[in-house]
């Protein structure tokens, strides 16, 4: 089953309340190897095309693994992914993360002359942030343990671990393969390996059955005591400081031992991990000085981020790039999307409220696309190593993921689903870094909705007859306004530029179209035209006063005499260096 639902959606709502910013400088890292473009065959690639469904980009159709990695390839891929349970075989539940279908991706990567990127979950069918099951070493008779894992003291655990990165990894060189980066946990934010708080209510019952959980309580009573929900309850300071205390540093111990088994088999390997809560600035940075300062230093600084899943804001980008921003600025190190998602249409059923577009983005093919694009331009000029657009494959069977996919048909029903553009897009934004990708404001009205983006509206309104580019543009009579005041204003920005396109078939030299920006104190005129003039796309470069503004506002109006007549505003977006 595909573990990510209800679970998922409650993580997101309760972050999406508090998210909070360290300050942090104007540092952008280079790059110094390739841009990962983590899009890969998903552990439900193997379901999909057993069920029948074929993959075509136009050029090539693919229905087995191999031709599905090599269309990836073709797109700019260049890694293979896996995940890894500690199930040594196919186990009778759940989707398949076994040793064994991992050693057959370790195949897949070797004929496509592509590195394996390896996760390890450290459970025994499968765990996120919503639960951290028990890993189980019963099908590897070299690792033996004195009890229980919750009976195990710290020690005792890391000695099993050790062997089981040992041997797990002399698996993989057994099979020749190249390992760019080693994954250890995923979603790891309250623990991993077992050592966790307790889960949500019902998670992952279906493949480890009732009453899972056992508390770690010979390695700390206190980590039992408190559950994921009970944590996201608390404020993010009471929330940061338990875990630092309670949880934490056991559980680096838990990773760090897992990395010292890979190294006795791979001396120059490199390790991250990742974790859900990627809004938040603060909490990341603390996690991974946790980490740090408890034995377990990564090469990768590792994030799961879905910005449609944030139901409480259609911002979510704007403050994902603020607090990978802090990361970066304090830790110096890459940083690595590891899963990330963005719908290409309506979401339904499990992911229903995964729905929620951000400004500018369109919940189309080309809206997917663009935002995939513009956020891996602006990622390789950070300084990230790259991004992995998360279960890229997974179009059939009932999940509801199909919109967050890089696939669809039409009809929904076809097992012969295309790719779109989106497939293209980390490799093409990749290629091009800009630290202004991805707009402060954007948007081109096509929601023919003004209060949707936030716009504060007075008379406007919008229609298709006349449009700069797609379907809709604003139009302004002869006293009509619409305002913005961006998330934040300007804040953390500089050098900002405003673009739009404007256009007016019949104002007089007496009527005027005026477009205008508000330090705090006055605005300030960008342009004031009156009589007709043609679609004509403006850019304006802003004075200092503009930048690091939480003032900062964007506002269009029309002024004069003249019922019927018309000026129309389209494409408008604020950029900004972060």
């Known amino acids: 089953m595909f573990r990510r639902g209800s679970f998922k959606l409650v993580l997101t709502a309760a972050l999406a309340l508090a998210v909070s910013f360290p300050a942090f400088g104007s540092q952008v890292a280079n790059a110094t190897?390739?841009?990962?473009?983590?899009?890969?065959?998903?552990?439900?690639?193997?379901?999909?095309?057993?069920?029948?469904?074929?993959?075509?980009?136009?050029?090539?159709?693919?229905?087995?693994?191999?031709?599905?990695?090599?269309?990836?390839?073709?797109?700019?891929?260049?890694?293979?992914?896996?995940?890894?349970?500690?199930?040594?075989?196919?186990?009778?539940?759940?989707?398949?993360?076994?040793?064994?279908?991992?050693?057959?991706?370790?195949?897949?990567?070797?004929?496509?002359?592509?590195?394996?990127?390896?996760?390890?979950?450290?459970?025994?069918?499968?765990?996120?942030?919503?639960?951290?099951?028990?890993?189980d070493f019963s099908e590897y008779p070299s690792i033996t343990l004195p009890g229980a894992w919750e009976t195990l003291t710290i020690g005792q655990m890391v000695d099993a671990l050790e062997q089981y990165g040992a041997l797990v990894a002399q698996k993989f060189e057994d099979k020749g393969v190249t390992v760019n980066v080693w994954d250890l946990g995923n979603e790891v934010d309250f623990g991993t390996a077992g050592v966790s708080v307790a889960p949500m209510p019902g998670a992952y019952e279906s493949e480890q059955g009732p009453n899972w959980y056992k508390a770690p309580n010979a390695v700390n009573p206190t980590i039992g005591t408190e559950s994921v929900n009970s944590l996201l309850a608390m404020t993010e300071p009471a929330r940061i400081a338990w875990l630092e205390t309670n949880l934490w540093p056991y559980e680096a111990q838990l990773l760090n031992a897992v990395r010292e088994g890979i190294l006795t088999v791979f001396p120059d390997a490199k390790f991250s991990t990742h974790i859900s809560q990627s809004l938040s600035g603060n909490f990341a940075i603390a996690f991974y000085e946790a980490m740090e300062d408890n034995g377990f230093p990564v090469d990768e600084l590792g994030f799961s981020f879905f910005p449609s899943a944030f139901a409480s804001s259609n911002d979510s980008i704007l403050v994902f790039q603020y607090?990978?921003?802090?990361?970066?600025?304090?830790?110096?190190?890459?940083?690595?999307?590891?899963?990330?998602?963005?719908?290409?249409?309506?979401?339904?059923?499990?992911?229903?409220?995964?729905?929620?577009?951000?400004?500018?983005?369109?919940?189309?093919?080309?809206?997917?696309?663009?935002?995939?694009?513009?956020?891996?331009?602006?990622?390789?000029?950070?300084?990230?190593?790259?991004?992995r657009p998360w279960a890229p494959d997974l179009v059939y069977g009932g999940y509801g993921w199909e919109p967050l996919a890089l696939f669809s048909s039409n009809p929904s029903s076809s097992l012969t689903k295309t790719a779109h553009g989106t497939i293209d897009s980390i490799a093409l934004g990749a290629a091009s870094p800009a630290i202004d990708a991805v707009p402060a404001l954007m948007d081109g009205f096509e929601n023919n909705n003004f209060t949707q983006i936030g716009w504060t509206n007075s008379g406007a309104d919008i229609q298709s007859t006349y449009k700069y580019e797609g379907n809709y543009a604003a139009r302004f009579n002869w006293s009509d306004s619409i305002t913005h005041p961006l998330l934040y204003g300007t804040y953390f920005y500089h050098d900002i530029k405003v673009e739009y396109a404007r256009f007016s078939p019949n104002f007089t030299s007496s009527q005027h179209f005026i477009a205008e920006w508000f330090d705090g104190t006055n605005w300030h005129t960008l342009e004031d035209i009156?009589?007709?003039?043609?679609?004509?796309?403006?850019?304006?470069?802003?004075?200092?006063?503009?930048?690091?503004?939480?003032?900062?506002?964007?506002?269009?109006?029309?002024?004069g005499i003249g019922i019927v007549n018309y000026a129309y505003l389209d494409s408008v977006k604020v950029r900004g260096t972060m």
């Open 530 to 559: 009156s009589g007709t003039f043609a679609w004509e796309k403006k850019t304006f470069t802003l004075p200092a006063s503009a930048a690091n503004n939480v003032n900062f506002q964007l506002r269009f109006r029309s002024s």
């Open 323 to 387: 607090a990978m921003k802090a990361v970066k600025a304090h830790f110096a190190k890459p940083i690595f999307l590891a899963e990330f998602a963005y719908p290409s249409g309506a979401m339904s059923g499990t992911y229903a409220a995964w729905g929620n577009q951000q400004k500018g983005y369109l919940l189309k093919p080309e809206g997917q696309s663009e935002l995939l694009r513009d956020l891996s331009s602006w990622a390789a000029a950070l300084g990230f190593s790259g991004i």
């Open 33 to 135: 190897t390739p841009f990962r473009v983590g899009m890969s065959i998903s552990p439900f690639a193997d379901s999909q095309l057993a069920a029948g469904v074929k993959y075509t980009d136009g050029s090539m159709t693919a229905d087995d693994i191999g031709e599905l990695t090599t269309m990836y390839k073709n797109h700019g891929a260049n890694e293979v992914f896996v995940r890894v349970s500690t199930d040594s075989a196919y186990p009778s539940v759940g989707t398949n993360h076994s040793l064994a279908r991992a050693l057959e991706r370790a195949d897949t990567a070797i004929a496509a002359s592509l590195p394996l990127n390896v996760e390890l979950g450290l459970w025994k069918h499968y765990g996120d942030f919503a639960g951290q099951p028990q890993p």
